[in-house]
């Protein structure tokens, strides 16, 4: 029992090493015209509910 944790950790360390693949630098895509869109209505409903919450607040 002595040797069989020690020899797993081998084991696990040499076939990780094996089979592990090279680091592939992801390569950023294209915004499309849809995503600028809902983006841009997010952002306008933002700052709008932005608006709203300090004239509630300001009322007070």
Same mark, same amino acid.
């Given at each position: 029992?002595?040797?069989?944790l020690?020899?797993? +950790?081998?084991?696990?360390? *040499? +076939?990780s =090493?094996?089979?592990a &693949? +090279?680091? &592939? =630098? ?6 499309s015209?849809? *995503?600028?869109?809902?983006y841009?209505? *997010?952002c306008?409903?933002?700052v709008a509910?932005?608006? *709203?919450?300090?004239w509630?607040v300001?009322?007070?």
């Open positions: 029992m002595r040797f069989f020690p020899l797993t +950790g081998v084991f696990v360390l *040499a +076939g =090493r094996l089979f &693949d +090279g680091f &592939d =630098r992801p390569i950023p895509q294209a915004q015209a849809t *995503a600028e869109f809902w841009a209505l *997010a306008i409903t933002l509910s932005m608006v *709203a919450v300090q509630l300001s009322r007070r």
